[in-house]
């Protein structure tokens, strides 16, 4: 009859953890998945931009996307918080904050970009 009373609780670093590796899962899949696109044989490199190696674009994402992962950190690690204080378990907090803050980071890019 010990713990009876207090409700399980998760642990926030945990969950936190969980919720970074879905983020590092799905960078690494879009970047499997990118460098196995063959390239054309003949490549017109006049464009900007236009003969970047795979690494190079994703180095060109980070440094243009670095506010957005910077709000997407924020948010997960409030959202964490929240959820390991409602959720039991760590993996299930960690996937939901990780969700939420997704969902939460893309309705404030839409109505920014939308009051611009």
């Known amino acids: 009859m010990d713990g009876d009373g207090a409700p399980k609780r998760a642990s926030i670093g945990l969950s936190m953890l969980v919720a970074l590796g879905w983020y590092v899962t799905v960078i690494a899949a879009n970047y499997a998945g990118h460098s196995q ?11 900007i931009f236009g003969c970047l190696s795979p690494a190079q674009e994703l180095m060109l994402l980070l440094l243009f996307a670095g506010p957005l992962i910077a709000a997407l950190l924020l948010c997960t690690a409030g959202l964490s918080l929240l959820f390991a204080r409602l959720v039991p378990s760590s993996i299930l907090a960690g996937t939901a904050a990780a969700a939420g803050s997704v969902a939460v980071v893309v309705v404030g890019a839409l109505v920014w970009s939308a009051a611009r």
Request: charge should be negative; glycine fraction near 10%.
């Open 37 to 47: 696109i063959p390239t054309a044989p003949v490549r017109d490199c006049g464009e």
